[in-house]
């Protein structure tokens, strides 16, 4: 099975941590997004969309209706880069 790589950039962990301790609740929810996005970036479940305006390079995954998942991908490496996590407003 081909399995994209999920790359966890130092501010994002931080992001990550932040986020988590605020929202305890998700943090199950949280796993198994990320579970997905490594076995198919393209699941229905994580409504995976390109973003527009300044953020045109980055792509969005849903957490919830209020969370989501910026990230980057890097074809060659077969590689998903996490760029930031938080609210709706995070765009």
Same mark, same amino acid.
């Given at each position: 099975?081909?399995?994209?790589?999920?790359?966890? =950039?130092e *501010?994002?962990l931080?992001?990550? %941590?932040?986020?988590?301790?605020?929202h305890? %609740?998700?943090?199950?929810?949280?796993? %198994?997004?990320?579970?997905?996005?490594?076995?198919n970036?393209?699941?229905? *479940?994580l409504?995976?969309?390109?973003?527009?305006?300044?953020?045109?390079?980055?792509? *969005? $995954?849903s957490? =919830?209706m *209020?969370y989501?998942?910026?990230?980057t991908?890097?074809v060659?490496?077969?590689?998903?880069i996490?760029?930031?996590?938080?609210s709706h407003? $995070?765009?």
């Amino acid at each position: 099975m081909n399995r994209y790589k999920l790359i966890f =950039t130092e *501010s994002y962990l931080k992001r990550e %941590k932040k986020f988590l301790k605020k929202h305890p %609740k998700l943090i199950r929810r949280y796993k %198994k997004i990320l579970r997905l996005l490594e076995l198919n970036p393209n699941h229905p *479940s994580l409504r995976l969309h390109k973003l527009k305006g300044k953020l045109e390079d980055k792509y *969005s $995954v849903s957490i =919830t209706m *209020s969370y989501r998942i910026i990230l980057t991908f890097a074809v060659i490496e077969k590689g998903i880069i996490l760029i930031d996590i938080g609210s709706h407003d $995070v765009y």
